[in-house]
């Protein structure tokens, strides 16, 4: 079956970076788009960004020129370099491919 598991959150002061993994299994990796989404207290579920089969790569607004979506499909892993991190980017990181995610990796961004 499809599984997908975060990793790399953790505590981090604004300003400053990290970098989420995502092992993929179950499914036919690189013919899959792959997104990132994350999920503050009490708010709904939040598009980060999307890594197409052909390796296009897709971000709103909101973290465009500051986080990165990158794939390697030897490995079926999913990354997402984080720079430049403010408060407002604290959330649970979840992996999805289709209707499916992980677990999630806690992210928070406090001095």
């Known amino acids: 079956q499809v599984q997908l598991v975060e990793s790399g959150g953790g505590l981090v002061q604004p300003g400053g970076s990290l970098r989420l993994s995502c092992a993929a299994s179950g499914f036919e990796f690189s013919s899959a788009s792959i997104n990132w989404a994350r999920q503050a207290p009490g708010k709904g579920l939040q598009w980060v960004s999307t890594i197409a089969s052909d390796g296009s790569t897709f971000y709103p607004n909101t973290v465009k020129g500051r986080f990165t979506i990158s794939k390697d499909n030897a490995r079926n892993m999913v990354f997402l370099q984080m720079d430049n991190l403010k408060a407002e980017d604290s959330a649970v990181y979840y992996c999805?491919?289709?209707?499916?995610r992980g677990q999630g990796t806690q992210v928070t961004v406090s001095s």
């Open positions: 999805r491919r289709g209707g499916d």
